[in-house]
């Protein structure tokens, strides 16, 4: 006979965290609104204060909901942050040891199908100006390695954004802590050598407003080849035999 796993009945608490969970993410709960009082939730639910609770602190520990204590107290709606979902994700990748040149290589195939992307849309005119600006503000700190690092990569998560894709976005904004802890290490690293990093820094400069360039004239293959060459040599750079080999070498 065929195993049979038990079937798990969710809590009481579980249940009203899920209701509640699908009402903010829904809309019905908006960022910044604050839930009636327990008494009155008790009441609508038709549960305990503790199963409330409970369900509170299931909502409170994914940042959906933050809870002040006390007479003038209450439980306050979030806006679901990427940053928290990025932090699980670079727990479970640090637990399988998975290396920063898979991580790299993950963007590389995000970014260079949001150019191809992109070529193509009709907002590229709107979107090639949005990302000169960023990469003026990428020119601007080509001297400051921490500023440098921020404004790198808003640049490029603004690319993948402008390109549409709401799941690659999304994919990218989870990656975001280690790819941007990743750049910030190397650009440490190069201290010792000021003139060579922002001689590199300028190349990544031009080499985003060379890629723009080629997006205005909407040639999606040589848009997408060039991006394709410039992020294998970033890529070659970033994971050199200096920097740490895995995700969790960021982290210890």
């Known amino acids: 006979m065929t195993d049979i796993t038990p079937l798990r009945v969710p809590k009481t608490a579980e249940i009203l965290a899920a209701r509640l969970r699908a009402q903010i993410v829904q809309g019905e709960l908006k ?3 604050h839930l009636p009082n327990e008494t009155e939730l008790v009441a609508v639910f038709g549960v305990s204060r503790h199963v409330l609770r409970e369900a ?3 909502l409170e520990s994914e940042r959906l909901l933050t809870v002040r204590r006390g007479a003038h107290g209450g439980a306050l709606v979030l806006a679901p942050d990427p940053g928290v979902a990025g932090r699980h994700v670079g727990v479970l990748l640090q637990v399988r040891g998975t290396s920063l ?3 790299q290589q993950t963007r590389l195939a995000l970014e260079t199908a949001a150019v191809r992307q992109l070529a193509g849309s009709p907002e590229v005119h709107r979107a090639v100006v949005a990302l ?5 503000r990428v020119r601007e700190a080509v001297e400051d390695p ?3 690092s921020l404004r790198s990569f808003e640049f490029h998560h603004t ?3 402008c390109a549409g894709n709401r799941a690659t976005t999304v994919l990218m904004e989870l990656m975001a802590g280690i790819i941007r ?3 910030t290490d190397r650009q440490a690293a190069a201290d010792s050598r ?4 922002v001689r590199i820094n300028r190349l990544s400069v031009k080499a985003n407003a060379k890629m723009l360039e080629l997006l205005e004239t909407r040639d999606a293959d040589a848009a997408e080849a060039y991006w394709r060459k410039h992020l294998t040599e970033v890529l070659r750079h970033l994971t050199d035999s200096n920097g740490p080999v895995d995700v969790v070498d960021l982290f210890t």
């Open 181 to 183: 802890r990743h750049i």
């Open 194 to 197: 000021p003139a060579e990093r």
């Open 31 to 33: 960022e910044g609104q």
């Open 132 to 136: 000169r600006e960023c990469n003026e």
């Open 101 to 103: 040149r898979e991580v």
């Open 159 to 161: 690319l993948v954004e």
């Open 146 to 148: 921490g500023a440098f």
């Open 56 to 58: 509170f602190r299931i």
